[in-house]
């Protein structure tokens, strides 16, 4: 394969528009209009060989932008050793945090800039189903619960699913739309029929910066200022979150640890909001040693996080195969790219959904970190708030 990189001024005078380039069948990975978005598909890779591929490409840069260039883009699933691959996109449109505009493209490949108008209209009739019953997932909840209080585990993360089915074909151009005018600073992604729009941050690598913004611990938003801020001092005073959301920071401290000279985080958790929710976040950053790991090789030792899985991983695993009764998928696993020098970004695979080739139906996720003093009902309705972010992006109505 043969790769050159321009500027996106040198190809087009049109704005770029990450979101509108990958449109419904490309790939994207962006947060607050940074990042980059893909079309076509030039080879699809086992994930041992993405970097070994990639550096065997033959690259012309013409311009300066040292993080510009072919990169591979996929998911991380919940179960890493489940089978899965990686895409080298024909074609690859980036703008930097100095919004630099630059395109890769692969070979041949004709990059496609027009974009068809969309009025986001949505006139199908939906219906929403759940997947794994109610009553399923609250005794789930009750077991994770008094399985922590046996001492068995410290947390475990139990999930359920819903699905949305439509008359029509959901008009997938129309959500990645919304979800773009609503989620803008969330990790907002498509790839290969899963897509959505995730505010947690697994793992960047930018040369020898690595940083990562667990999150864990949840409250509702209501749109209520003064509510909203009580809500937030519950939740940062709330016990059960504040063991849940150590627990996670504890983890991804001592994993990203043995690969840095040095490594800082937040003395104490800030308040996230996103949407009709809030968690806790706390961001870790630090310096990476010589030799440098790969962004990929950072996102699989943190896969899943206990933000999504548990604490201990392999007990916490195992009993959520035993009582979960979901096959997760992607969900809870990670999303996002690397290029040939291995920086890249992959964020948590949450506030998402997997949506058939026909279009007809979408599956949604959301779950919560179980601990000993969980309540069944409580964590039920935080898995609605979750939802709804995806929710309304896929049947609301403009």
């Given at each position: 394969m043969r790769a050159v990189t321009k500027l996106v001024s040198q190809i087009t005078d049109k704005p770029l528009d990450l979101t509108g380039f990958a449109k419904d069948d490309g790939f994207l990975f962006t947060k607050n209009d940074l990042g980059i978005a893909a079309q076509g598909v030039a080879k699809r890779v086992k994930p041992s060989e993405v970097l070994s591929t990639l550096k065997a490409i033959e690259h012309q840069n013409l311009?300066?932008?040292?993080?510009?260039?072919?990169?591979?883009?996929?998911?991380?699933?919940?179960?890493?050793?489940?089978?899965?691959?990686?895409?080298?996109?024909?074609?690859v449109v980036g703008r930097t945090p100095n919004n630099e505009e630059w395109i890769?493209?692969?070979?041949?490949?004709?990059?496609?800039?027009?974009?068809?108008?969309?009025?986001?209209?949505?006139?199908?009739?939906?219906?929403?189903?759940?997947?794994?019953?109610?009553?399923?997932?609250?005794?789930?909840?009750?077991?994770?619960?008094e399985s922590v209080r046996?001492?068995?585990?410290?947390?475990a993360v139990i999930a359920r699913d819903l699905v949305v089915t439509c008359d029509t074909a959901i008009d997938l151009d129309a959500v990645l739309l919304r979800l773009r005018d609503t989620y803008k600073s969330s990790y907002r992604f498509l790839f290969n029929g899963?897509?959505?729009?995730?505010?947690e941050l697994l793992v960047s690598v930018n040369g020898a910066e690595v940083t990562s913004n667990p999150l864990a611990g949840t409250a509702r938003r209501t749109g209520d200022k003064q509510l909203d801020s009580q809500l937030a001092e519950q939740l940062i005073a709330s016990t059960k979150n504040q063991l849940e959301h150590r627990i996670v920071i504890d983890m991804v401290h001592d994993t990203l640890l043995p690969w840095c000279s040095y490594l800082d985080w937040q003395p104490e958790p800030s308040i996230v909001e996103i949407g009709n929710v809030q968690h806790l976040g706390t961001e870790?950053?630090?310096?990476?040693?010589?030799?440098?790991?790969?962004?990929l090789e950072l996102a699989y030792a943190l896969t899943p996080t206990p933000a999504l899985g548990g604490y201990p991983r392999e007990e916490a695993l195992r009993h959520i195969q035993k009582v979960e009764g979901l096959d997760r998928g992607r969900y809870g696993g990670a999303v996002g790219y690397v290029s040939t020098n291995g920086d890249g970004c992959f964020a948590v695979s949450i506030r998402c959904a997997e949506?058939?080739?026909?279009?007809?139906?979408?599956?949604?996720?959301?779950?919560?970190?179980?601990?000993?003093?969980?309540?069944?009902?409580?964590?039920?309705?935080?898995?609605?708030?979750?939802?709804?972010?995806?929710?309304?992006?896929?049947?609301?109505?403009?």
């Amino acid at each position: 394969m043969r790769a050159v990189t321009k500027l996106v001024s040198q190809i087009t005078d049109k704005p770029l528009d990450l979101t509108g380039f990958a449109k419904d069948d490309g790939f994207l990975f962006t947060k607050n209009d940074l990042g980059i978005a893909a079309q076509g598909v030039a080879k699809r890779v086992k994930p041992s060989e993405v970097l070994s591929t990639l550096k065997a490409i033959e690259h012309q840069n013409l311009t300066d932008i040292s993080s510009s260039g072919p990169i591979a883009i996929g998911c991380i699933p919940f179960d890493i050793n489940h089978p899965h691959e990686f895409l080298i996109p024909h074609v690859v449109v980036g703008r930097t945090p100095n919004n630099e505009e630059w395109i890769t493209i692969i070979d041949d490949a004709k990059p496609d800039f027009v974009r068809e108008p969309n009025n986001l209209a949505t006139n199908g009739t939906f219906t929403v189903s759940p997947g794994v019953a109610v009553e399923h997932y609250l005794e789930a909840v009750r077991a994770t619960r008094e399985s922590v209080r046996n001492g068995d585990f410290a947390k475990a993360v139990i999930a359920r699913d819903l699905v949305v089915t439509c008359d029509t074909a959901i008009d997938l151009d129309a959500v990645l739309l919304r979800l773009r005018d609503t989620y803008k600073s969330s990790y907002r992604f498509l790839f290969n029929g899963f897509f959505g729009a995730s505010p947690e941050l697994l793992v960047s690598v930018n040369g020898a910066e690595v940083t990562s913004n667990p999150l864990a611990g949840t409250a509702r938003r209501t749109g209520d200022k003064q509510l909203d801020s009580q809500l937030a001092e519950q939740l940062i005073a709330s016990t059960k979150n504040q063991l849940e959301h150590r627990i996670v920071i504890d983890m991804v401290h001592d994993t990203l640890l043995p690969w840095c000279s040095y490594l800082d985080w937040q003395p104490e958790p800030s308040i996230v909001e996103i949407g009709n929710v809030q968690h806790l976040g706390t961001e870790i950053s630090g310096r990476l040693s010589e030799p440098r790991p790969s962004v990929l090789e950072l996102a699989y030792a943190l896969t899943p996080t206990p933000a999504l899985g548990g604490y201990p991983r392999e007990e916490a695993l195992r009993h959520i195969q035993k009582v979960e009764g979901l096959d997760r998928g992607r969900y809870g696993g990670a999303v996002g790219y690397v290029s040939t020098n291995g920086d890249g970004c992959f964020a948590v695979s949450i506030r998402c959904a997997e949506i058939t080739d026909n279009r007809l139906q979408a599956r949604l996720f959301a779950g919560g970190g179980i601990v000993g003093d969980s309540e069944p009902l409580s964590e039920l309705a935080e898995t609605d708030a979750k939802f709804q972010a995806m929710l309304v992006a896929i049947t609301q109505d403009h």
